[in-house]
């Protein structure tokens, strides 16, 4: 498919992003930073243009459908909007210390959906379940807040490393501790909506809005840990160190969801 073909040139000029921004970092020349996000805003751009080519080649043999049915799709699109969301928090935040920390994550994700041999690239026909147009809104929504989930987590380690004392590129502790809340307030509305249109599509394909499944469960266990953290810091109670221990903790909720459920243990949402 050209589409595959596409994303595995995608995946080089993320892999040439990253090494410009580590060349920023060693050498401390803004041309190199700002040649990285021009790689990344060229590979966003043509990562978009794949996943587009690649629903209209589901048309063209005849099954149809968004680019979101199994592991190969789920990753490409997730780390299409890691890209996206780099480029949003850098653009809001003009911090250039993000690309050489943040781009690893759509490099990886991509990479191994690209060159794993675990991971089924051809495309396959919709089971019962996923067909509907629920599939675009739920897997939409509850990415889009695992990617702004994925930014507070790499801000947090960083809040981490920099609260040792260490010097560089970072800003103070507490510019990286006020991007960690915003990752995650920009995050758990999407997951409150992901989490509300996936009960409504389970009742329209299985007749229960909630039926316990490992997914649904884990869901909702990342639901919690985030708002854990969200009335914790609205209250004023906890920032610093526990709110970026805390953030951790919920994405590594976000990555079992995402992928240790499919991996461990079995249920309806098993053909992701």
């Not at 040439?16 to 700002?34: E, G, S, V, W």
């Not at 949003?88 to 994550?105: D, E, N, Q, W, Y």
């Not at 991509?110 to 019962?128: C, H, K, N, Q, T």
């Not at 985030?226 to 951790?248: E, K, N, P």
Request: charged share 10%.
């Amino acid at each position: 498919m050209l589409s595959s073909h596409i994303l595995s040139v995608v995946t080089f000029v993320y892999g040439l992003a990253f090494l410009l921004f580590i060349l920023h970092l060693l050498f401390k020349r803004n041309f190199l930073n700002t040649a990285g996000d021009i790689a990344v805003s060229v590979g966003c751009s043509a990562h978009g243009a794949a996943l587009i080519l690649r629903w209209a080649e589901s048309y063209r043999i005849g099954w149809g459908h968004v680019p979101l049915s199994n592991l190969y799709e789920s990753l490409i699109f997730f780390s299409f909007l890691l890209a996206v969301v780099y480029l949003v928090f850098r653009l809001a935040t003009k911090r250039k210390f993000l690309g050489v920390f943040m781009i690893p994550l759509p490099l990886l994700a991509l990479g191994y959906a690209s060159l794993s041999p675990d991971v089924e690239r051809a495309i396959s026909p919709l089971v019962p379940a996923l067909q509907s147009n629920w599939l675009t809104i739920h897997v939409l929504t509850c990415f889009m807040a695992y990617a702004a989930f994925a930014f507070s987590f790499v801000a947090a380690v960083l809040y981490l490393v920099k609260k040792e004392g260490k010097e560089g590129v970072l800003p103070p502790p507490e510019a990286l501790d006020d991007l960690v809340y915003r990752g995650i307030m920009a995050g758990m509305p999407l997951l409150t909506l992901g989490i509300i249109t996936g009960s409504a599509w389970a009742h329209y394909a299985w007749g229960s809005y909630w039926s316990w499944d490992p997914k649904e469960t884990w869901s909702l266990i990342t639901w919690i840990v985030y708002a854990i953290f969200l009335h914790l810091r609205l209250m004023g109670r906890w920032r610093g160190t526990r709110s970026a221990v805390l953030s951790i903790v919920g994405f590594f909720t976000v990555i079992f969801t995402f992928l240790g459920v499919n991996y461990i243990l079995s249920g309806l949402h098993s053909y992701l």
